[in-house]
């Protein structure tokens, strides 16, 4: 239902933009996220985004850096990653909220993509 | 919020009652939810609302607390439940944050 794709082997400092496409739910009426794992690690919440675009957050980590977005009309959900640095090396799941407003738990994963920051 | 779980692997026999402590660092009432990751695959949705089973979990998995302190319990260890287990914090959120993870093993 979530399919993610763009992870890359990618030179520290560059960007690259991640796509996720959902099918079998209403889209448009639900917050969607990206959830990353490192190899060995526990999950950690990146970003989200509201149902209408009107809000959207992000982590410490990546703020100032990322920029999440999604397409209602496409249902699809996008992560622009820019300066990347090492540490954003993992799986880079799409996730979905529950509610269409709200950061709270997830309930519906894709398979993920995976992002090698790395010279 | 910062969360603890404990202990950070364990190993059972198939049919023992398991369980798993989360612990925040401030109250979080009933917003923690528990997740399955098995080997090779995404994490699964077991328990929202710290008590909630989400559909389709089988019923031997229970979740409750409130406030601090949260647990986890299998109340009789299938193989099928070889996996880690991470609890999250939506309180308050965002930053939605997750546990460090429990390594579940069959003895």
């Known amino acids: 239902q979530l399919v993610e794709s763009g992870g890359d082997l990618v030179q520290p400092g560059r960007s690259l933009r991640l796509s996720c496409v959902a099918s079998g739910f209403t889209f448009e009426d639900y917050t969607m996220h990206w959830v990353r794992q490192a190899p060995g690690k526990g999950p950690e919440w990146v970003s989200g985004?509201?149902?209408?675009?009107?809000?959207?957050a992000y982590a410490d980590s990546v703020k100032g850096r990322f920029t999440i977005s999604r397409d209602n009309a496409k249902s699809s959900l996008y992560l622009e990653m820019n300066s990347l640095r090492a540490e954003d090396t993992a799986f880079y799941y799409c996730?979905?909220?529950?509610?269409?407003?709200?950061?709270?738990?997830?309930?519906?994963w894709g398979r993920g993509t995976f992002v090698t920051v790395s010279s | 919020i910062q969360l603890t779980q404990s202990p950070s692997s364990l190993s059972a026999s198939v049919g023992d009652r398991v369980t798993i402590t989360c612990r925040a660092s401030q109250g979080i009432t009933n917003y923690l939810a528990w997740y399955q990751q098995k080997s090779g695959t995404v994490p699964k949705l077991l328990i929202f609302?710290?008590?909630t089973l989400q559909s389709g979990v089988p019923s031997r998995f229970r979740g409750s607390g409130s406030g601090t302190v949260f647990t986890l319990t299998i109340s009789s260890l299938q193989p099928e439940d070889v996996a880690t287990y991470y609890c999250q914090n939506y309180n308050s959120a965002p930053p939605s944050t997750f546990g460090q993870g429990t390594r579940l093993e069959i003895k």
């Open positions: 609302g710290a008590s």
């Open positions: 996730a979905k909220g529950p509610y269409a407003s709200g950061t709270w738990y997830f309930d519906v």
């Open positions: 985004i509201g149902w209408n675009s009107a809000s959207m």
